[in-house]
């Protein structure tokens, strides 16, 4: 099958209103199918004044705010001018990419006209239950994702580590890797600068822990902040940058009055700034992959993170960073206590962890979803002729 003859449906629950990991990933492989002469129609929830423009076509679908994270939409439904578009695009494909109403909706359409559907797996949403008092939901929000998921032809998602859940949960038995590149144009150690660190009050010779992503409690905040007050306690001089925003940044700012925060950064500033930290601290264990880990990597710092989904398929554990039980806030000290005593190693699995980043190319990564769109439109045809 040629590239030119796809017509990919795409679902998104957030294509581009608010920046993150996940649709920065929907929209480079959005470019890249387009650079390959694919089509592809994007269905999302949108707002007047998105975080970023959208790349390609996109239509926007029915949502209300989430309570109590009312900069996200939850999309409702699929009305009869979406469906018209639907029908008028003629997809020979559907790609969903978040497990919410409206992507339960399209798989029923896609099935019902016979249309294969793959699922990219961006988030373990069912992790996020715990940090909002509701862990007791996790087993049923888990059977509605994988009755979701075994109605799809095929899943995608980015690390072997996730993969490896996905099969124990009995989601799906189609299963591909779809990893993460970074632009290595823009992160990479020569961003580094000593003229960053002193317009910030940082000495030349401080250790510096940083972390970036979105200020949400899901990121294991409450973690972060645990192990920098336990490597304090051990004595370990150490500053700290947090590079985002969110809902929950008066609350990590309380737990970590002198942090340096910057807000959201993009671009040259948000490469300058990672680069210019010392260490990069992930304790999350919602991420599917950990796109900021890549880019810390890229940047030619040491990880230090929770042994999680995704993380363990980027960091070798004393070779390109550290790795502790989530939640083991000692070990993190321990950790970052070793780290801030030896230079020599930070810069040694640094160094090592760039060597890993040069080696993840987005078209290489992106070739792989289009391959398994061809993949399972060919198995719909086979089984439709037999």
């Known amino acids: ?8 449906a795409l679902f998104s629950g957030n294509y581009n209103y608010v920046r993150d990991g996940a649709n920065q990933a929907l929209n480079r492989l959005v470019g890249y199918l387009l650079r390959q002469g694919a089509q592809v129609r994007v269905y999302s929830p949108t707002v007047e004044h998105p975080a970023f423009p959208p790349t390609g076509d996109l239509v926007s679908v029915p949502s209300v705010p989430i309570p109590g994270r009312p900069e996200y939409r939850l999309a409702v439904s699929l009305p009869d001018r979406v469906r018209r578009d639907i029908e008028a695009f003629n997809p020979n494909v559907f790609h969903v990419a978040a497990p919410d109403i409206v992507a339960h ?8 006209h016979n249309i294969p559907v793959i699922s990219s797996v961006h988030t373990r949403f069912d992790t996020y239950l715990q940090y909002y008092g509701l862990k007791w939901l996790e087993p049923a929000a888990r059977a509605i994702m994988r009755r979701y998921y075994r109605r799809c032809d095929a899943i995608v998602v980015p690390a072997q580590s996730t993969a490896a859940i996905m099969r124990a ?3 799906n038995k189609d299963i591909s890797i779809w990893a993460r590149g970074v632009d290595r144009t823009q992160f990479n150690p020569e961003r580094r600068s000593l003229e960053w660190r002193r317009s910030h009050g940082i000495g030349d010779d401080e250790m510096v822990v940083c972390f970036l992503g979105r200020l949400v409690l899901e990121k294991g905040l409450d973690v972060f902040a645990d192990a920098i007050d336990a490597a304090r306690a051990m004595g370990v001089p150490l500053r700290v940058v947090a590079i985002g925003a969110g809902p929950a940044h008066d609350y990590f700012q309380e737990r970590l009055p002198d942090a340096i925060f910057t807000g959201q950064l993009t671009g040259t500033e948000l490469a300058t700034a990672l680069a210019s930290t010392d260490v990069f601290l992930n304790p999350s264990i919602t991420e599917t992959f950990g796109n900021v880990t890549l880019e810390a990597m890229a940047s030619g710092l040491p990880v230090m993170a929770a042994a999680a989904s995704g993380t363990t398929s980027l960091v070798q554990d004393n070779v390109t960073g550290r790795l502790a039980e989530p939640g083991d806030n000692e070990a993190m000290a321990n950790e970052l206590a070793d780290y801030q005593r030896d230079p020599a190693l930070r810069t ?4 090592a962890g760039l060597e890993f980043a040069k080696t993840m190319d987005w078209d290489e990564i992106n070739a792989v979803v289009m391959h398994v769109y061809e993949r399972v439109i060919e198995r719909r045809r086979r089984l439709a002729k037999s």
């Open 348 to 351: 040694r699995h640094g160094a």
């Open 169 to 171: 949960q009995r989601m």
């Open 105 to 112: 909706r399209a798989v029923t359409w896609a099935r019902k």
């Open 1 to 8: 099958m040629k590239p030119e003859e796809l017509r990919i």
